[in-house]
């Protein structure tokens, strides 16, 4: 064996055996029993591949040195005791990657990268759904539940209506600052009305758009590694319904069962894996667009509306009170998502909504008089 492949093989077989030492750490220090049991058998696996390259070090007469964990594993358990599991997980998921990747060009290491994309796979989704463990809404998460859009779709709406209103109303406060006339006001509220819905529409279409056209690049994926690799796609959904709280042997016979029939594994790898509803992807763009549009017209409607029917001081006044309701609505409403009391949420939404309305107001006075002086 050449002192090159010498030298590669003995840092596979490093990397092998400290990734043997930070799933022990994790195995020990997470709380969740079947979580635990997957890192122990992530451990087992990694110990196979350990011990072949060992094997094949020996075999040519190489003086395989005793391991000692790298400072990078030492400081990553020290993290997952002190921290908890999941601040770790990211970069053990990034090892289990670099791993891959490493055995792309070694002879005989198909198995090996399998096992590691495994892993990786697993630690994402892992990464993705928890904090510190299964536990609450991370458990409901990673079993599939709630995965329901109408939480998120209220949260959007609120955040888009506040949007537009705390937008246009800093601007409409602004220009009336300085001095603009009540038409010149309208004007200028309604550009920024149009802007901004506008605006909040292109990015809304975008980021669910390029988030569907993901999804259908990883169901692709997905489909393809079904077709050529069964045995792993059998392996990730086993993990992922150990983890969940499957012994294994049972784990192991549902993930064959669902396997047998590609357009069911499809399904369900896409679901479990990915969190994707093959038949929605995310929801449409279009009308993800249009709400967006709407919600946010409909918010900055609010403190524009008044200079339609009145002018001067009285728009003013009027735009503030319209402003105040329609905020402490907003701040109410998103007491149905954060469990605060309605007066609290709506009077700290109203405090904000104005200060920031007081703020350009004054800015525009000074402008205002400044150009006037």
Known sequence: ????????????????????????????????????????????????????????????????????????????????????????????????????????????????????????????????????????????????????????????????????????????????????????????????????????????WLSVQSSRELHTKQIAIEQAEIASSPDEEIAELSLIYQSRGLAEDKARQLAVDLMANRDTALDTLAREELGVDPEELGGSAWEAAITSFLLFSLGALVPVSPFIFFEGTTAIEVSIVFAMVGLFTIGAATTLFTGRTVLFSGLRMVLFGLSAAAVTFGIGRLLGVNVAG
């Open 1 to 204: 064996m050449e002192a090159n492949q010498v030298k590669r093989y003995l840092g596979f077989l490093d990397d092998e055996r400290n990734a043997v030492y930070l799933y022990d750490a994790l195995a020990v220090c997470e709380k969740n029993p079947q979580l635990a049991e997957v890192y122990r058998r992530m451990a087992q696996v990694e110990q196979h591949h350990a011990d072949d390259w060992d094997g094949r070090l020996k075999s040519a007469g190489v003086n395989v040195p005793a391991f000692k964990p790298s400072a990078r594993s030492r400081l990553l358990a020290w993290l997952a005791r002190t921290a908890g599991v999941s601040l770790v997980l990211p970069s053990v998921t990034a090892m289990e990657s670099k791993g891959a990747g490493n055995y792309a060009q070694a002879p005989n290491t198909g198995q090996m990268r399998s096992d590691e994309q495994t892993h990786g796979r697993m630690l994402s989704l892992i990464s993705r759904s928890l904090r510190g463990g299964i536990e609450g809404g991370a458990l409901a998460q990673i079993e599939g539940r709630h995965r329901g859009t109408g939480g998120n779709a209220l949260r959007a709406a609120v955040l888009g209506a506040n949007d537009g209103l705390t937008s246009v109303l800093s601007l409409v406060m602004g220009v009336a600052g300085a001095g603009l006339a009540s038409h010149a006001i309208l004007i200028t509220g309604l550009a920024g009305l149009l802007a901004g819905a506008i605006s909040m529409a292109m990015g809304e």
